[in-house]
């Protein structure tokens, strides 16, 4: 059983950056893929990225696409989503899941539903 933690939310300026951590408590972590979810208040689930279990592979949602930056740090069982010119739009709960199931359609990994593991979010607030 994988838990996630999330962290680094927080209050920032539109325009600004911060830099979201999801630490994992097994070392197995790195045989999962990774992703990012969000969720908006009224709004649907949001899937915004994911990295392979082997950090050779990162895909974005277009709405995030050259602002935001994931990578991971296998030596602390750690994913980091590295957020840039952040806009109000951005605001949300964020939430790291991760999945031992590897897929050779990337498209897949940004279904929620093949998920098994999820953090309990952190909030992003972009004030304008």
């Known amino acids: 059983q994988v838990q996630l933690v999330e962290s680094g939310g927080g209050l920032v300026q539109a325009g600004g950056s911060l830099r979201l951590s999801c630490a994992a408590s097994?070392?197995?972590?790195?045989?999962?893929?990774v992703a990012w979810f969000r969720r908006a208040p009224g709004k649907e689930r949001e899937f915004v990225g994911f990295i392979s279990w082997s950090g050779t592979y990162v895909n974005y949602a277009d709405s995030v696409k050259g602002r935001f930056t994931i990578s991971r740090d296998y030596a602390k069982n750690t994913v980091y989503l590295q957020m840039n010119s952040l806009k109000p739009e951005d605001t949300a709960v964020y939430y790291c899941a991760a999945t031992s199931t590897r897929y050779t359609d990337y498209a897949l990994y940004s279904d929620y539903a093949i998920y098994h593991y999820w953090g309990q979010g952190t909030q992003v607030t972009v004030s304008s």
């Open positions: 097994e070392r197995t972590f790195s045989s999962y893929a």
